[in-house]
């Protein structure tokens, strides 16, 4: 096959959502959003529900319907982007709650789906989505006469244990929400791992259940082997790949392998990246191409069929730091080209 495979390892995944529960005493939900972070969201949200997940999060409502497809009517569905303009069929139709970040929302939904669960985004600093401190003040009865199911906020520095926006946020959160009587959520990833004054009523992981920093135990998920299409002997002096940035200092055997920058394998991490044939490291070599990438495999005794870029031996977020990017960017550019295998759950 001359398509590379993503190799999908459910197994991982189970463990990973177990370890960060474990993490807590209260409920742990899942965000599945882009795409469960480009791992397949029917196939993650299908193999969680199997373990007691029964509330999901996704960014927007056409991710929602989808997902409603794959796991039937009874998980929660959430939609972190709220009710918007022209999503109220789709709210309604589906079954989505809908987390309302402004007052323009709440108008929006309590007018067209009056008697349609939702909860309610609160901004704690982020800045990015939520009602203000002064906005909730203003509607916050309002709100909580209709009962939400859930009020939340997101962290923008929780991968950062020391930032003192963590403990800011969290002093915010409570002064906007202490006695409503509603349950709460602060943390996604690392919200967890900051302890359990952070934890209240829910969590929402979603990078460490895909193996991904800031959890840094977590079991890798995604597996990346791709396919050698062709291998030649270059001649010492002899050049590599578009601008001719590799030249042979030595005899070598070179290997063209089956994926590019198209597939996600960002350009920009060129020479820092290698890729494993079994145990064996080969250095990429020269310009990534759209969809073929050069690796050195002069030391190695057999040509290999397939190398592995993504797995045991490297890491989501090591690819990441190569790219100056994070394993979240990554995971979500991982291509439509490849052959999607799941393995365990
Ligand atoms: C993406 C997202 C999450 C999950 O965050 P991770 O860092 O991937 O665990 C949780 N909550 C909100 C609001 C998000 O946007």
């Not at 370890?19 to 972070?37: F, I, P, Q, S, W």
């Not at 029917?42 to 960014?59: E, H, P, S, Y």
């Not at 056409?62 to 794959?70: C, K, P």
């Not at 943390?187 to 791992?193: E, K, Q, S, V, W």
Request: charged residues 20%; glycine residues 10%; contains cysteine.
């Amino acid at each position: 096959m001359a398509t590379a495979t993503l190799n999908i390892d459910l197994d991982a995944l189970i463990s990973n959502w177990r370890a960060l529960d474990a993490e807590t005493a209260c409920e742990t939900a899942a965000v599945v959003k882009a795409n469960g972070y480009g791992l397949g969201a029917d196939r993650v949200a299908r193999t969680l529900m199997k373990i007691g997940v029964r509330k999901f999060f996704v960014a927007v409502a056409e991710e929602g319907a989808a997902l409603r497809q794959a796991v039937g009517p009874d998980p929660e569905i959430n939609i972190f982007g709220g009710h918007m303009a022209g999503d109220t069929d789709m709210i309604s139709d589906m079954g989505l709650t809908p987390m309302l970040n402004s007052v323009d929302q709440i108008v929006r939904h309590v007018e067209a789906l009056p008697a349609h669960p939702f909860g309610v985004q609160l901004d704690t600093g982020m800045n990015r989505l939520g009602l203000e401190p002064a906005e909730w003040a203003a509607v916050r009865n309002l709100v909580i006469e209709r009962n939400p199911t859930l009020i939340m906020s997101h962290l923008a520095c929780a991968d950062e244990p020391e930032h003192p926006m963590n403990p800011r946020q969290l002093a915010t959160f409570h002064e906007m929400t202490d006695g409503l009587n509603v349950p709460r959520s602060l943390a996604a990833t690392g919200g967890i791992l900051l302890g359990s004054d952070y934890h209240f009523d829910l969590t929402r992981p979603g990078v460490g259940l895909y193996g991904g920093m800031p959890f840094v135990e977590a079991a890798p998920v995604a597996g990346l082997s791709i396919p050698v299409i062709q291998i030649r002997d270059v001649a010492e002096g002899e050049t590599v790949g578009y601008s001719n940035t590799w030249i042979a200092d030595r005899p070598s055997r070179v290997a063209t392998i089956s994926a590019g920058y198209a597939d996600g394998i960002i350009r920009a991490m060129g020479p820092e990246i290698s890729v494993f044939a079994g145990e064996a490291r080969c250095k990429v070599i020269g310009r990534i191409s759209m969809d073929l990438i050069a690796v050195d495999v002069t030391d190695l005794d057999e040509a290999p069929s397939h190398v592995e870029l993504l797995g045991q031996h490297q890491s989501v977020d090591t690819v990441a730091e190569a790219a100056g990017t994070i394993g979240y960017e990554i995971l979500t550019s991982l291509g439509h080209r490849y052959a999607r295998r799941y393995r365990g759950g």
